[in-house]
């Protein structure tokens, strides 16, 4: 390109700053200021309000950090959004491999089944589970049946009911991001491992799944992300009596009104989901992903 | 005979993309398939590769009838026109993939890798990624995986059509002299008629999933059988006349061969360009009109003059600085004996 051209086609300066400015001023205005009263109220020990800056204090995280309660809650949190993410993710991966592999037609058919929970309420959602895992559903009639004790809210209120409406939630996740890799994934790679021999195990082991480790690590951590992040499924499946992070948020917010540790409990949560995105795709642009696509 | 493709056909849903292809390959051959894009040349190879299986005739290699044999159990090995390589594993693991597959002993497996890396000059490239190769590495290392296999026929798809000008050339004579040194047989598909000619022994010149033509590419370029054949090797000048002898030629009985089809007995005949005689010289000749020149293209080495005669456009060309300007009245002609007689292919 000539130089001419080069100055010809710049924008002027400000240009992009005025594009970005709508986004950046819903962003700060948005999320950084309340993120910013957040830790305010986190570093008070009451319920001082926006008019206590000055009072900063680190006994609420002693106070917070130090109770067992919350550690366990902790430990609940992250034990069920991984589960239901190895799960979740163990479904998606043959699904989107179809997917990829799919003619055009077949693709639009398969992604509006795949997007269509999407389009239903949440709590639409849950009721079904409800119905489905509560006291008198089919879920715990069968396992009755099959030899295994159920109390008599059936399997509300378990670890299991919320892994099962997690997994349901975050699928969606993991087969689109699947399916981004495995599109990436070309066919002649295949052609060419089979013939040098390569069998069907060889062939996914040593090609197809080496190739899909990126996206897959993109998939789980979205799909861990919104695990951890969402309320109203361990709210409803948990029914209360297994509290995870986002639920404990909830209560110590607007039923205890202890806005301090609830402050502090929502800034674990937003870091924690932030670390998981930004370290898996700083982890997949390190080690999986540079120049796999065909140059 | 290594390969010995018989009366093969192959449909992709309702269109015949091969109509009976029969040709062989003898051991150390080398064979070029070469044609236009969409003539069913990688089909063919696709086929013989182990990548499609035939609807009709058979295919064997080394006497034995392979049509369902899938690639692996067969003794060839392919390389893909965009390489293939895997981009997970470096030069040393693509080029190892198919041994440790097939569990070849780890002595072995290394002294074959170093045979390898030898012949394709890829001695101190092990440890890169493909993505970090030039065109021209790649197109080694994909070599080096497919012959470290010890095939008895080695396919190859386009191989050049990837590099640029410079490279293909210089590529070029390296696949001759990695052929040459393993005396492997191989089948290499093309459109490019160069390559073809320099790469091969043997040239399968096909058409619309047809073989036109079988031969050596010195037979070929000299005897071309069709108007196809002529064209796509060069002939710059098809005519054909209606009826008559062409010896006896006169303008108003000539055509250009790109018109419409007329009457019932034609004979076409080419011309090549560096035969037509322009200037004073041309009315000595046979055959010779009165033309404009329309055009002249001059490359340095040689200039090449169209020349419109009546209907026809004529393609001269020489190796002299131009001497005759657009636009410049010129008598065009040759000497019967360049006249080459085709067959119309329909």
Redesign the interface.
């Known amino acids: 390109m000539t130089v001419e051209a080069a100055v010809s086609l710049r924008k002027p300066p400000n240009a992009a700053a005025i594009s970005i400015a709508p986004a950046a001023v819903l962003v700060v205005g948005a999320m950084g200021i309340p993120l910013v009263f957040l830790v305010a109220v986190a570093l008070q020990s009451s319920n001082a309000g926006v008019d206590a800056f000055h009072q900063v204090t680190l006994e609420n995280f002693r106070r917070v950090l130090s109770d067992p309660f919350v550690w366990r809650v902790f430990a609940r949190t992250f034990r069920v959004s991984a589960l239901a993410t190895v799960i979740a993710m163990a479904c998606s991966y043959p699904v989107a491999w179809y997917l990829s592999r799919a003619s055009h037609r077949a693709r639009s058919l398969m992604f509006l089944l795949i997007m269509s929970p999407l389009l239903v309420s949440i709590l639409a959602r849950l009721q079904g589970w409800l119905i489905l895992l509560g006291p008198g559903g089919v879920v715990p009639a069968v396992l009755q049946e099959i030899g295994f004790a159920v109390p008599p809210r059936g399997m509300i209120g378990t670890e299991a009911a919320i892994v099962v409406g997690l997994v349901h939630l975050v699928l969606p996740f993991g087969v689109l991001n699947l399916d981004v890799a495995f599109r990436n994934i070309?066919d002649?790679?295949i052609?060419?491992?089979?013939?040098?021999?390569?069998?069907d195990s060889?062939l996914f082991w040593?090609?197809l799944f080496?190739?899909s480790i990126g996206g897959l690590i993109r998939a789980a951590s979205a799909a861990m992300a919104v695990g951890v992040s969402i309320f109203a499924t361990p709210a409803l499946l948990g029914a209360g009596i297994r509290p995870v992070l986002s639920t404990l948020i909830y209560n110590q917010g607007l039923v205890s009104i202890n806005w301090p540790a609830a402050s502090l409990l929502a800034i674990v949560l937003v870091l924690g989901a932030m670390l998981l995105i930004l370290g898996a795709s700083w982890v997949v642009s390190m080690k999986y992903d540079?120049?796999?696509r065909?140059? | 005979m290594l390969l010995e493709m018989d009366a093969v056909s192959k449909q992709f849903g309702s269109t015949m993309v091969l109509h009976s292809i029969t040709f062989s390959v003898a051991e150390n051959e080398r064979v070029c398939i070469l044609g236009p894009s969409g003539c069913g040349k990688t089909t063919t190879l696709n086929i013989i590769g182990g990548f499609l299986v035939p609807d009709a005739g058979t295919l064997r290699l080394s006497g034995r009838i392979v049509n369902h044999l899938p690639a692996y159990r067969r003794e060839t090995a392919t390389v893909f026109q965009d390489y293939a390589l895997f981009p997970h594993l470096s030069v040393a693991e693509n080029i190892l993939f198919g041994l440790r597959v097939g569990r070849v002993p780890g002595g072995e497996a290394r002294s074959r890798l170093n045979w390898a890396l030898e012949l394709t000059r890829l001695h101190g490239l092990e440890r890169r990624y493909p993505r970090q190769l030039s065109g021209g590495q790649r197109q080694r290392v994909a070599l080096a995986r497919a012959l470290v296999m010890k095939p008895k026929l080695l396919l190859l798809d386009e191989p050049l059509s990837n590099l640029d000008a410079n490279l293909r050339v210089e590529m070029r004579r390296e696949l001759l002299r990695i052929q040459r040194e393993t005396g492997i047989a191989s089948i290499l598909v093309t459109h490019d008629q160069h390559e073809a000619f320099v790469l091969a022994e043997k040239i399968v010149l096909m058409e619309r999933g047809r073989i036109v033509q079988v031969g050596t590419p010195a037979a070929l370029f000299n005897a071309p059988e069709t108007v196809f054949a002529a064209r796509f090797l060069g002939f710059e000048n098809i005519f054909r006349t209606r009826g008559g002898e062409p010896s006896s030629l006169t303008l108003a009985g000539l055509e250009s061969a790109a018109s419409a089809p007329g009457a019932e007995q034609q004979v076409y005949f080419g011309v090549r360009a560096d035969r037509v005689v322009l200037g004073p010289n041309a009315q000595r000749c046979a055959v010779h009109f009165e033309g404009v020149v329309s055009e002249v293209e001059y490359t340095g080495e040689e200039t090449t003059y169209f020349v419109h005669a009546g209907p026809l456009t004529i393609v001269a060309r020489g190796s002299e600085a131009i001497e005759h300007r657009r636009g410049t009245r010129v008598s065009v002609g040759w000497d019967p004996a360049a006249q080459w007689m085709l067959r119309d292919d329909g």
Do not use: I, S
């Not at chain 1, 052609?191 to 069998?199: E, F, N, P």
């Open positions: 070309d002649t790679w052609l060419a491992a089979r013939d040098l021999g390569a069998t060889v040593r090609v080496p190739l540079v120049g796999w065909k140059q």
